[in-house]
């Protein structure tokens, strides 16, 4: 191959953030023989957004790239069972990446896959196939679905006794060498922008060992891809530091917990952003305002999906910076929703809700389709809220109608059952599954007898 076509093949393979082209198979063949590539990695999400891969030596990438590679879906949370668990890898040839690391010495690829059944059809409990079925859905009536979120996360040290310890004690955008991660999260932000994301900002976060790193906004699908990838990448560039990177919601008692703020957008078919018009105050369209009437008359009902641990609802509490009241606001944080000052095509919706430990192919979906019911039935949201809403007391939220979010995944569980909406966007089979695997782990926690129940009660009673 000559020089000048590999750079472009190269190039083209690490576009990501809505850029991405899809190469052919015979591209993906050439690039990994130049390059040395020994092993495909075929990646996929679990029903929890827990990242899960096959690995196959090159000589098979031929027949994983003609959807020829098998796996056992009764061994994936929310997938099939024994009896009918034999499944196909379909790699999406448009996220082919050269991983920019050597696994024991030999260097690997990777292509997301969705997952499809014998019969060629994609099979419903694969949540990147739902999100792919809910953006068919916007596009169809003329909506792109754009989403740029911003993962926080703690880096941790393992301590002599295994225990976990924040590595640092320094706050907000603080520097180095206060901030003992600067240099971790420069090689995070190296090894993402090799692999083609475009980073927009990082930083040192609240909380002591807390930090977050920003990447462009991009459609539904890119993204939620981007977000899987941020977590490996993050988790993989802490542990050759020595260190333990959690996108856990709350992993400390006392400090601020980690968030995943979703900053959202529709578009036309020309890239138009749909949320803005000049004229309108705050210069919000009626789309805009839609879609943030069906986010807050739903947000009850999806909770669960966009928080789905029993811990997140550890950091949904008044105190910690965390959004727990439904209200929106043009600039207010207190508020569940707000609009970043930017105009133009930044418009955009906050939503500071969802946290990291979401699975993003199905929080997209939920979140998208939400508000898409809120456009499609005009669905006026309250007058915005521009007061501290943490300054309110009870009877003042409820004199200004400002209900608040489950105050536990039980609570958050309960309207999931009732979300007619959770149900259209997760289809059957993951509303289903999702409804079970958390009904269990709530079930488990509840006969759970933690050491601040022992400590507390055991001398007294």
């Given at each position: 191959m000559h020089v000048k076509k590999e750079e472009k093949l190269m190039a083209t393979a690490s576009k990501l953030n809505g850029k991405r082209e899809t190469l052919s198979d015979e591209a993906i063949v050439s690039l990994c023989r130049s390059k040395e590539v020994q092993f495909i990695q075929l990646q996929f999400v679990d029903v929890h957004g827990k990242p899960k891969q096959m690995t196959v030596h090159s000589d098979l990438l031929e027949r994983a790239l003609n959807n020829e590679i098998m796996l056992d879906g009764s061994s994936i949370?929310?997938?099939?069972?024994?009896?009918?668990?034999?499944?196909?890898?379909?790699?999406d040839k448009a996220t082919f990446q050269i991983l920019p690391w050597l696994q024991g010495g030999r260097r690997?690829?990777?292509l997301i896959c969705d997952i499809?059944?014998?019969?060629?059809?994609?099979?419903?409990g694969c949540p990147r196939n739902n999100l792919k079925r809910v953006i068919k859905k916007a596009a169809s009536l003329g909506y792109t679905y754009n989403v740029g979120p911003e993962l926080e996360f703690f880096l941790l040290k393992r301590n002599p006794d295994g225990s976990l310890t924040t590595q640092d004690s320094a706050g907000y955008y603080d520097l180095a060498p206060d901030d003992l991660g600067d240099e971790v999260r420069c090689k995070i932000v190296d090894t993402l922008e090799s692999m083609g994301f475009a980073i927009?900002?990082?930083?040192?976060?609240?909380?002591?060992?807390?930090h977050e790193i920003d990447f462009e906004y991009s459609d539904a699908l890119s993204t939620a891809d981007n977000v899987i990838d941020f977590k490996i990448v993050t988790r993989?560039?802490?542990?050759?530091?020595?260190l333990h990177a959690t996108f856990m919601p709350k992993p400390f008692f006392g400090i601020n917990g980690s968030g995943m703020h979703a900053n959202q957008s529709l578009s036309d078919i020309n890239g138009s952003n749909l949320f803005?018009?000049?004229?309108?105050?705050?210069?919000?369209?009626?789309?805009?305002?839609?879609?943030?009437g069906g986010t807050l008359k739903h947000i009850r009902g999806f909770a669960a999906v966009t928080n789905p641990l029993i811990n997140s609802y550890k950091r949904l509490v008044p105190g910690y910076e965390a959004p727990v009241y439904i209200a929106w606001s043009p600039s207010n944080r207190s508020a569940l929703i707000r609009i970043p000052a930017k105009r133009g095509r930044s418009t955009r919706m906050e939503l500071r809700s969802p946290d990291p430990s979401c699975n993003p192919y199905l929080a997209f979906a939920v979140m998208l389709t939400a508000g898409l019911d809120g456009v499609q039935k005009k669905i006026k949201p309250p007058s915005p809220t521009t007061v501290n809403i943490y300054h309110l007391n009870e009877i003042e939220r409820e004199e200004q109608s400002i209900p608040s979010l489950p105050g536990s995944l039980y609570e958050a569980l309960e309207e999931y059952k009732k979300s007619e909406i959770s149900k259209e966007a997760l289809g059957e089979h993951i509303y289903a599954e999702f409804l079970k695997a958390k009904t269990r782990e709530w079930d488990e926690y509840k006969t759970y007898v933690s050491s601040w129940e022992t400590q507390r009660y055991i001398n007294t009673y």
């Amino acid at each position: 191959m000559h020089v000048k076509k590999e750079e472009k093949l190269m190039a083209t393979a690490s576009k990501l953030n809505g850029k991405r082209e899809t190469l052919s198979d015979e591209a993906i063949v050439s690039l990994c023989r130049s390059k040395e590539v020994q092993f495909i990695q075929l990646q996929f999400v679990d029903v929890h957004g827990k990242p899960k891969q096959m690995t196959v030596h090159s000589d098979l990438l031929e027949r994983a790239l003609n959807n020829e590679i098998m796996l056992d879906g009764s061994s994936i949370a929310g997938f099939r069972s024994i009896e009918t668990s034999d499944m196909y890898f379909y790699p999406d040839k448009a996220t082919f990446q050269i991983l920019p690391w050597l696994q024991g010495g030999r260097r690997s690829a990777r292509l997301i896959c969705d997952i499809y059944n014998p019969d060629g059809t994609p099979f419903e409990g694969c949540p990147r196939n739902n999100l792919k079925r809910v953006i068919k859905k916007a596009a169809s009536l003329g909506y792109t679905y754009n989403v740029g979120p911003e993962l926080e996360f703690f880096l941790l040290k393992r301590n002599p006794d295994g225990s976990l310890t924040t590595q640092d004690s320094a706050g907000y955008y603080d520097l180095a060498p206060d901030d003992l991660g600067d240099e971790v999260r420069c090689k995070i932000v190296d090894t993402l922008e090799s692999m083609g994301f475009a980073i927009e900002a990082s930083h040192h976060e609240v909380a002591n060992g807390q930090h977050e790193i920003d990447f462009e906004y991009s459609d539904a699908l890119s993204t939620a891809d981007n977000v899987i990838d941020f977590k490996i990448v993050t988790r993989k560039i802490a542990s050759e530091y020595g260190l333990h990177a959690t996108f856990m919601p709350k992993p400390f008692f006392g400090i601020n917990g980690s968030g995943m703020h979703a900053n959202q957008s529709l578009s036309d078919i020309n890239g138009s952003n749909l949320f803005l018009d000049e004229k309108a105050e705050y210069q919000l369209s009626e789309t805009c305002l839609n879609y943030i009437g069906g986010t807050l008359k739903h947000i009850r009902g999806f909770a669960a999906v966009t928080n789905p641990l029993i811990n997140s609802y550890k950091r949904l509490v008044p105190g910690y910076e965390a959004p727990v009241y439904i209200a929106w606001s043009p600039s207010n944080r207190s508020a569940l929703i707000r609009i970043p000052a930017k105009r133009g095509r930044s418009t955009r919706m906050e939503l500071r809700s969802p946290d990291p430990s979401c699975n993003p192919y199905l929080a997209f979906a939920v979140m998208l389709t939400a508000g898409l019911d809120g456009v499609q039935k005009k669905i006026k949201p309250p007058s915005p809220t521009t007061v501290n809403i943490y300054h309110l007391n009870e009877i003042e939220r409820e004199e200004q109608s400002i209900p608040s979010l489950p105050g536990s995944l039980y609570e958050a569980l309960e309207e999931y059952k009732k979300s007619e909406i959770s149900k259209e966007a997760l289809g059957e089979h993951i509303y289903a599954e999702f409804l079970k695997a958390k009904t269990r782990e709530w079930d488990e926690y509840k006969t759970y007898v933690s050491s601040w129940e022992t400590q507390r009660y055991i001398n007294t009673y």
